[in-house]
């Protein structure tokens, strides 16, 4: 079984997949970003520019460490 992916792009679908690949809304128009999927037990991240050039895979703790970081760097806390 097959569900769209983003930008017309076909991806197997995976039981496993909770939410599937999306861009941020902060990121914007020929910016520097990466998409993030929820799995049922690991967060993936990749960047938008070079989908098949891999990904980092990390708990839900670690990425939620992250995006704290992130958001106080640029004084989004």
């Known amino acids: 079984m097959t569900e769209p992916g983003r930008a017309g792009e076909w991806e197997k679908a995976d039981d496993d997949v909770l939410i599937p690949w999306a861009t941020s809304s902060y990121s914007g128009e020929g910016q520097d ?45």
């Open 33 to 77: 970003c990466v998409e993030v999927r929820i799995r049922r037990h690991q967060v993936d991240l990749r960047d938008t520019k070079d989908r098949e050039g891999g990904m980092f895979t990390m708990s839900y703790e670690a990425f939620a460490g992250l995006k704290a970081s992130i958001k106080k760097k640029d004084g989004r806390e």
